[in-house]
T-cell receptor
Framework: AQKVTQAQTEISVVEKEDVTLDCVYE???????LFWYKQPPSGELVFLIRRNSFDEQNEISGRYSWNFQKSTSSFNFTITASQVVDSAVYFCALTRNAGNMLTFGGGTRLMVKP | DTGVSQNPRHKITKRGQNVTFRCDPI?????LYWYRQTLGQGPEFLTY????????KSRLLSDRFSAERPKGSFSTLEIQRTEQGDSAMYLCASSLLKQGTETQYFGPGTRLLVL
């Protein structure tokens, strides 16, 4: 069975602070994909990144960066110089293999205060 | 390129009534997924289609739930004899399965409240 754990249910930071959202996953598959989605107050899930299990390179996209470590089954997400617009619920998710249903974590609510 | 659309956005119904939701995927996407999200939780998988074929259903999907995707385009999710426990956000996502990989793009959801 697959499982995704986001231990931080809520994080509050002040604008311009860096913040890291943790994600730990469990799977028995050797091939799998990891995702991060953002859910702003409007409710729509917005895709941020997809990473396959064979690619452990860290990725940076603007103020966002992701650290994938197979050894610890973690796929953490860092926002540098946070902004109020980053306030949302962030979900980490896992697919059993390519082309399948997503298993989501419980989400981390990020509040960025001005 | 328009995104995934869902209608209605909100639905209030009385217990015991039937409701139907519609999802229009991104054009040319061959897969369509339904998820349910309750307050403070992550989305949970309900069912998915590849073209018009329904390939998998979750155990969460009781006999009161049925989904269709005629002609492999839009999809409908019907809940019969609604119960208060059905109150949730129903999310639809679509994807293009290509060379064994896909990314699911979500619609805005339909928020259901059963009184």
């Amino acid at each position: 069975a697959q499982k995704v754990t986001q231990a931080q249910t809520e994080i509050s930071v002040v604008e311009k602070e860096d913040v890291t959202l943790d994600c730990v996953y469990e799977t028995r598959d050797t091939t799998y994909y990891l995702f991060w989605y953002k859910q702003p107050p409007s409710g729509e899930l917005v895709f941020l990144i997809r990473r396959n299990s064979f690619d452990e390179q860290n990725e940076i996209s603007g103020r966002y960066s992701w650290n994938f470590q197979k050894s610890t089954s973690s796929f953490n997400f860092t926002i540098t110089a946070s902004q109020v617009v980053d306030s949302a619920v962030y979900f980490c998710a896992l697919t059993r293999n390519a082309g399948n249903m997503l298993t989501f974590g419980g989400g981390t609510r990020l509040m960025v205060k001005p | 390129d328009t995104g995934v659309s869902q209608n209605p956005r909100h639905k209030i119904t009385k217990r015991g009534q039937n409701v139907t939701f519609r999802c229009d995927p991104i054009s040319e996407h061959n897969r369509l997924y339904w998820y349910r999200q309750t307050l403070g939780q992550g989305p949970e998988f309900l069912t998915y289609f590849q073209n018009e074929a329904q390939l998998e259903k979750s155990r969460l999907l009781s006999d009161r739930f049925s989904a269709e995707r005629p002609k492999g385009s839009f999809s409908t999710l019907e809940i019969q004899r609604t119960e208060q426990g059905d109150s949730a956000m129903y999310l639809c996502a679509s994807s293009l399965l290509k060379q064994g990989t896909e990314t699911q793009y979500f619609g805005p959801g339909t928020r259901l409240l059963v009184l």
